[in-house]
T-cell receptor, first 113, second 118 residues
Framework: QQQVKQSPQSLIVQKGGIPIINCAYENTAFDYFPWYQQFPGKGPALLIAIRPDVSEKKEGRFTISFNKSAKQFSLHIMDSQPGDSATYFCAASMRGTGNQFYFGTGTSLTVIP | GAVVSQHPSWVICKSGTSVKIECRSLDFQATTMFWYRQFPKQSLMLMATSNEGSKATYEQGVEKDKFLINHASLTLSTLTVTSAHPEDSSFYIC??????????????FGSGTQLSVL
């Protein structure tokens, strides 16, 4: 059972565009939602994370929007650049559960110059 | 962010040999570390959870005798692929939990190890 569902599987945008990647979850006990960026041949790197007590978080060109009632959260990349081309994973975790993180299936983003 | 060092980055070995992969948390202590396997263009597949000083917890379908995990200190976990076969060829990634004060733990990943078994 996929605890976190992620879409789209792949995404192509022009430089300067705003790609949006969406994730949905069922378990309302999740209370921490990070996003990871992974380049080929490298491990995932923590990009930005949000907790359900806020609806939006911005760090540089990356923004997470969080909709608690819909149990959805999304990553927006402002002014996307070719260097943002990577695979992005959303995840969810909850405190006190053995610390397990549940990952989405990933989105391959390509930013065309 | 916190740094997790994973070595080696890539390894080629003959079928039947064993390979050890190290995962170190460089600037924090990690009671819990995770080992993942990742196939090309796919998501992370959790193999096992490694807790310092105790036996690792393996996910269903992962052979504990084949993938030996040792977490002897708060900064080091190792994964040994024993009697490797070509089907074990994959990208292996470790991660470590950094405990925050009164907040969720953050998960940091190593750079991965590409294993090729000939």
């Amino acid at each position: 059972q996929q605890q976190v569902k992620q879409s789209p599987q792949s995404l192509i945008v022009q430089k300067g565009g705003i790609p949006i990647i969406n994730c949905a979850y069922e378990n309302t006990a999740f209370d921490y939602f990070p996003w990871y960026q992974q380049f080929p041949g490298k491990g995932p790197a923590l990009l930005i994370a949000i907790r359900p007590d806020v609806s939006e978080k911005k760090e540089g060109r990356f923004t997470i929007s969080f909709n608690k009632s819909a149990k959805q959260f999304s990553l927006h990349i402002m002014d996307s650049q070719p260097g943002d081309s990577a695979t992005y994973f959303c995840a969810a975790s909850m405190r006190g559960t053995g610390n397990q993180f549940y990952f989405g299936t990933g989105t391959s983003l390509t930013v065309i110059p | 962010g916190a740094v997790v060092s994973q070595h080696p980055s890539w390894v080629i070995c003959k079928s039947g040999t064993s390979v050890k992969i190290e995962c170190r948390s460089l600037d924090f202590q990690a009671t819990t570390m995770f080992w993942y396997r990742q196939f090309p263009k796919q998501s992370l597949m959790l193999m096992a959870t490694s807790n310092e000083g105790s036996k690792a917890t393996y996910e269903q379908g992962v052979e504990k005798d084949k993938f030996l995990i040792n977490h002897a200190s708060l900064t080091l976990s190792t994964l040994t692929v024993t009697s490797a076969h070509p089907e074990d060829s994959s990208f292996y990634i470790c991660s470590a939990l950094s405990h925050g004060t009164g907040a969720n733990e953050k998960l940091f990943f190593g750079s991965g190890t590409q294993l090729s078994v000939l």
